[in-house]
């Protein structure tokens, strides 16, 4: 809700721009609710008429800290995931690829378990609709380049995955794009959660 003046056209375009950088890059397990609703409204109650680019920044601001805080509210999740594809032929391959790896269900159960396992990233990217070389693909985990060209890359014993934020680096080498795509892991509580209840 803002009390900002702005005209309702302007509004939809800024907040289905903000909305696809924010909330359509959470991916807690590739499900969707008929409860995933997000509305804005602007009375224009201020009188105060702010620069399309100003509401755009704030509203980015705001949304992607509402993202964070879903994904921090995950179900039975341990860990909070980012997902970071650089150098994509496009925008679209970027969160293909990040998207492919966050319903990945081999991978988000090896970061539940701690394991620093490359090759769950490297199957994952496979599966994704997106123009890359498979041959030639970085892959870092907290900073730690795991996988150079595809193959091993410095040692994964460097890979501390104990705390509760991962960070997975991805690098395409196939262009200028990139897209961030945050995630959790898959826990034996997911699972409690999901299945201990009837309907």
């Not at 800024?14 to 924010?22: D, E, K, L, S």
């Not at 909070?80 to 925008?91: F, K, L, Q, R």
């Not at 490359?118 to 609709?129: C, N, S, Y």
Request: charged share 20%; net charge negative.
């Amino acid at each position: 809700m803002t009390d900002a003046v702005v005209d309702e056209k302007h509004l939809q375009e800024i907040f289905t721009r903000v909305c696809n950088r924010t909330f359509n890059r959470i991916d807690s397990d590739g499900c969707t609710s008929t409860n995933d609703t997000v509305i804005l409204m602007a009375s224009g109650s201020s009188g105060v008429q702010i620069s399309d680019s100003n509401l755009e920044q704030t509203l980015m601001e705001v949304c992607g800290s509402l993202a964070t805080q879903l994904i921090g509210d995950a179900e039975g999740h341990t860990k909070i995931v980012s997902i970071e594809v650089i150098n994509a032929g496009s925008e679209d391959d970027a969160v293909a690829v990040g998207r492919a790896c966050a319903r990945n269900n081999l991978l988000k159960c090896a970061l539940f378990g701690g394991d620093p396992n490359w090759g769950r990233i490297l199957a994952a990217l496979g599966t994704a609709d997106a123009d890359f070389d498979p041959a030639d693909v970085d892959v870092s985990l907290n900073q730690v380049m795991v996988s150079r060209s595809s193959g091993p890359g410095d040692d994964r014993n460097l890979v501390d995955l104990s705390g509760v934020n991962i960070s997975i680096l991805i690098d395409l080498k196939s262009g200028l794009h990139s897209a961030t795509i945050y995630t959790n892991d898959l826990s034996h509580d997911y699972v409690e959660e999901n299945s201990a209840y009837a309907t």
